[in-house]
Structures are given as structure tokens and as C-alpha cells.
């Protein structure tokens, strides 16, 4: 079992930066890939990044790349969403989600590969 929360959301204006931690529970943090989703009003969910569970490999959505940046560090447990030159369709609840996968080339990018959901963390960019 993972639990995972988020933080590190809130109200912006465009242009702005925002950094999105995700804290887990548990020792075995390192044996999980972590994704970043979220989700809009009337949207269904979506990837914005993930990252495996060395870091070693990432995936980014079209939406995210060359402005957002997943990371993390093992020994606090925790995975992080770097956000520049936010827009107002960034708007959404971001969550965090973790699946076990021990190949440190893959970084799932789809809902259902996900086991292990946060609770989410509002994130508003106003134009």
C-alpha cells in the first residue's frame, strides 16, 4: 500500500511558476513509478508527465513539454512537478498517482496503468 499527498497547489497568474510535491508513505518508494495527472472541470483525466522509478526515464504530454518538469528523490519519497510559463488551461486538480514497476525504463503514461491515487491539489491560473 502507498499513500500519497499533494501539495504546493494554488492560485497564480499566467506566466507563473508553480512546484507540485507529492509525499508517499511506506519504504518502498523506489520500486514505484509516479505519474502526474489532472483533471478539469467537465474533463476527463489526463497524463501530464510520469517518471520511473530511478528517474532514469520520463514521459511528458504534449501539453507539458519544454514547460513542466517531473522529478524525484527516493530518500524523502517524494515526486515533484516543476510548472513554468503556466496558462489558464493549466487550471485543474493535479494528482499524483504510483504504480509498482521495477523497470527503470518506463514511465506508465496511461490512468489505468496507476494503482495508487492522491487526493489531489487545486491549481488556478487566471489570465
Known amino acids: 500500500q502507498v499513500q500519497l499527498v499533494e501539495s504546493g497547489g494554488g492560485l497564480v497568474q499566467a506566466g507563473d511558476s508553480l512546484r507540485l510535491s507529492c509525499a508517499a508513505s511506506?519504504?518502498?518508494?523506489?520500486?514505484?513509478?509516479m505519474g502526474w495527472f489532472r483533471q478539469a472541470p467537465g474533463k476527463e483525466r489526463e497524463i501530464v508527465g510520469g517518471?520511473?522509478?530511478?528517474?532514469?526515464?520520463?514521459y511528458y504530454a504534449a501539453s507539458a513539454k519544454g514547460r513542466f518538469t517531473i522529478s524525484r528523490d527516493n530518500a524523502k519519497n517524494t515526486v515533484y512537478l516543476q510548472m513554468n510559463s503556466l496558462k489558464p488551461e493549466d487550471t485543474a486538480i493535479y494528482y499524483c498517482?504510483?504504480?509498482?514497476?521495477?523497470?527503470?525504463?518506463?514511465?506508465?503514461?496511461?490512468?489505468?496503468?496507476?494503482?495508487?491515487w492522491g487526493q489531489g491539489t487545486q491549481v488556478t491560473v487566471s489570465s
Open positions: 498517482a504510483a504504480k509498482f514497476d521495477l523497470n527503470e525504463q518506463r514511465a506508465p503514461s496511461r490512468v489505468t496503468e496507476y494503482n495508487y
Open positions: 511506506g519504504r518502498t518508494f523506489s520500486t514505484y513509478a
Open positions: 517518471i520511473s522509478w530511478s528517474g532514469a526515464a520520463t
